[in-house]
Antibody, heavy 118, light 110 residues
């Protein structure tokens, strides 16, 4: 079935780095734009970044621009988020999601928790 | 990009109808028909309920409907059921950023 599975979350100190991965299955990964969305504990959803199907077009939220890098490997059906210079306010559950042409996210992973704390 | 404005909470009794509003500007909700709605139960990932203002994905009950007037989009749930109790988020394409979410609305079924 269509599925997204995130991994790579954990506890990291402020200023540290972490790399999240998202494994896709059940659909032609290379046909779809993909995105990362996060949710701080007890808070709402915040869009983080998206990448086009080929990887040639990338957007970031202002809150992560210059610190996070999204990438994908279509041969491995995988999406990545390299997070550097992490701050306490980056603490959140990070979801990967498939983007429809209508700018809606129709498939979501289960999320991976990132905690930035000393 | 500022978040879209949603009421913090709404409530209704089983069988009733409720409406959740999502207010933006002419640069997002009012300017494009790319408004989506998501349902999120505690500890779970969000689920797409409505896309392109009023379209339902396969499997979403027709009790859920969406509409838009000017800069405000709305999600209506009719025949409220206990399992509808959840957080609901709207989102929209924007002229300055690919997507912006609303702050979320907690629906309580009394």
């Amino acid at each position: 079935q269509v599925q997204l599975v995130e991994s790579g979350g954990g506890l990291v100190k402020p200023g540290g780095s972490l790399r999240l991965s998202c494994a896709a299955s059940g659909f032609t990964f290379s046909d779809y734009y993909m995105s990362w969305i996060r949710q701080a504990p007890g808070k709402g959803l915040e869009w983080v970044s998206y990448i086009s199907s080929s990887g040639s077009t990338i957007y970031y939220a202002d809150s992560v621009k210059g610190r996070f890098t999204i990438s994908r490997d279509n041969a491995k059906n995988s999406l990545y988020l390299q997070m550097n210079s992490l701050r306490a306010e980056d603490t959140a559950v990070y979801y990967c999601a498939r983007l429809m042409t209508s700018d809606a996210f129709d498939i979501w992973g289960q999320g991976t928790m990132v905690t930035v704390s000393s | 990009q500022s978040a879209l404005t949603q009421p913090a909470s709404v409530s209704g009794s089983p069988g009733q109808s409720i409406t959740i509003s999502c207010t933006g500007t002419s640069s997002d909700v009012g300017g494009y028909n790319y408004v989506s709605w998501y349902q999120q139960h505690p500890g779970k990932a969000p689920k797409l309920m409505i896309y392109e203002v009023s379209n339902r994905p396969s499997g979403v009950p027709d009790r859920f409907s969406g509409s838009k007037s000017g800069n405000t989009a709305s999600l209506t749930i009719s025949g409220l059921q206990a399992e509808d109790e959840a957080d609901y988020y709207c989102s929209s394409y924007t002229s300055s950023s690919p997507v912006v979410f609303g702050g979320g609305t907690k629906l309580t079924v009394l």
